[in-house]
């Protein structure tokens, strides 16, 4: 059955539910299908690794949008149905249940799966990734039952997996490649506060890590972790969390432009005029940060999807945006705008100062040329805000009144 032409939208997520919001606010009137692989409604992923293990958050809470909003804007929801490809020439979009779909418009927001660990088989008793509401129910259930939890990689996922499983009163040890964690997120001196945070709620990390082996008694469901600096060691869980790759299938199976990600400029346009990619699949030349962009935000997603939904109406691009992030980490927060890959300058704000290191509450900032590229900020919001505004403003700054006085916002 070939369905009316329209906007389609493949994937269920983030980007995907701002899209057909954003569409509808700039009064496009032409049908709406949005197609997604999973059966919940569109909802929030970063919860998966705090709140919603923890009990704190259910599947009501961190759904972006009811039921009833998708009704509303005349958006129809085929839920937990996969399309496995894309006739560019005559514009269609085949499910794996068969059904065809005419597009005018097609918006890839695919985003991005965990890579998996090599060696290891993808689904087994008490080996867990994180991406899915599917995923955190399965490890929230694991959680419940488990004495030790190892971690491997001690990216944004395997810290805050960390902290949740610590309060909820788990062992945990992590094991990451790199001599700190977060090595790809933050700086170093925010990296070695969120260690000694970690130190002190008992988390083991195991850094400069070299793995050997990882060892799987399917009887038992256990893992024994084989290093060659810290010897071995016996897991009841076993979570990995090294990083997401985006998923360009889709894509790459219809001649699309793709490299880490679906390529696109900026207004999200693929390399067929009629096809656009937003969110955690997408890879963009940016205007501040260049080539190679792919970021893995909500911020990012939502940004890229009101472009998208722009272009296709026929309206103005909105202005470029600062990217930004935050993890919740037993209780306290961490905030970061920007991103600090060329810089000449790094101040420290906080009220205790200790060689240099970041030691309390407080931001770290990244200058070049006496402008603002990054600012990370711990339990700081004010900080947070100021350094995001001063980005976006290519605000110029003192490095020495920055370190100490008052900021104005």
């Given at each position: 059955?070939?369905?009316?032409?329209?906007?389609?939208?493949?994937?269920?997520?983030?980007?995907?539910?701002?899209?057909?919001?954003?569409?509808?606010?700039?009064?496009?009137?032409g049908t709406l299908t949005m197609?997604?692989?999973?059966?919940?409604?569109?909802?929030?992923?970063?919860?998966?690794?705090?709140?919603?293990?923890?009990?704190?958050?259910?599947i009501a809470s961190i759904s972006l949008r009811t039921a009833e909003f998708y009704q509303k804007i005349g958006c129809e929801m085929r839920m937990g149905v996969r399309a496995v490809s894309i006739n560019r020439e005559s514009q269609i979009v085949e499910l794996e249940n068969g059904d065809s779909l005419g597009y005018e418009c097609l918006v890839l927001a695919t985003g991005a799966r965990p890579k998996t660990y090599p060696g290891l088989p993808i689904e087994t008793k008490n080996l867990h990734?994180?991406?899915?509401?599917?995923?955190?129910?399965?490890?929230?259930?694991?959680?419940?039952?488990?004495?030790?939890?190892?971690?491997?990689?001690?990216?944004?996922?395997?810290?805050?997996?960390?902290?949740?499983?610590?309060?909820?009163?788990?062992?945990?040890?992590?094991f990451e490649t790199a001599p700190r964690v977060m090595l790809r997120s933050v700086g170093p001196q925010l990296a070695s506060i969120i260690q000694d945070i970690h130190t002190r709620h008992g988390v083991r990390l195991n850094l400069s890590a070299e793995i050997k082996e990882i060892k799987h008694d399917a009887l038992k469901g256990s893992f024994t972790i084989v290093t060659g600096t810290h010897g071995t060691d016996d897991f009841d869980l076993l979570v990995i969390g090294i990083g997401?790759?985006?998923n360009t299938e889709l894509a790459v199976g219809a001649g699309i432009g793709?490299?880490?990600?679906?390529?696109?400029?900026?207004?999200?346009?693929?390399?067929?005029?009629?096809?656009?990619?937003?969110?955690?699949?997408?890879?963009?030349?940016?205007?501040?940060?260049?080539?190679?962009?792919?970021l893995e935000s909500v911020q990012n997603a939502v940004d890229q999807a009101k472009c998208a939904a722009a272009a296709i109406v026929g309206g103005p691009q909105p202005p470029p945006s600062v990217p930004w992030f935050w993890s919740d980490q037993y209780g306290h927060r961490v905030q970061v705008a920007?991103?600090?890959?060329?810089?000449?300058?790094?101040?420290?704000?906080e009220q205790t100062a200790n060689e240099g290191a970041l030691t309390n509450a407080g931001s770290v900032w990244y200058l070049k040329d006496r402008k603002v590229?990054?600012?990370?900020?711990?339990?700081?919001?004010?900080?947070?805000?100021?350094?995001?505004?001063?980005?976006?403003?290519?605000?110029?700054?003192?490095?020495?009144?920055?370190a100490k006085e008052e900021l104005l916002a």
């Open positions: 059955m070939l369905m009316n032409r329209g906007v389609v939208v493949l994937g269920g997520g983030q980007a995907a539910c701002q899209l057909v919001a954003s569409l509808r606010q700039m009064k496009y009137d197609i997604g692989d999973e059966h919940a409604l569109p909802y929030q992923r970063p919860p998966l690794s705090k709140g919603f293990l923890k009990g704190e958050a259910d990734y994180l991406r899915t509401l599917a995923h955190a129910g399965q490890l929230s259930e694991s959680l419940s039952k488990a004495k030790k939890l190892a971690i491997i990689g001690a990216g944004y996922v395997g810290m805050e997996v960390a902290a949740s499983a610590r309060q909820l009163g788990v062992e945990v040890s992590i997401a790759q985006a793709c490299g880490y990600g679906i390529l696109v400029d900026a207004s999200c346009r693929t390399s067929d005029p009629a096809v656009f990619a937003i969110g955690d699949c997408s890879e963009q030349n940016h205007p501040i940060y260049g080539p190679g962009f792919r920007g991103l600090p890959r060329h810089h000449d300058v790094c101040v420290i704000r590229v990054s600012v990370e900020t711990l339990d700081a919001p004010k900080d947070f805000m100021v350094g995001r505004s001063y980005i976006k403003n290519n605000t110029e700054v003192d490095a020495e009144r920055l």
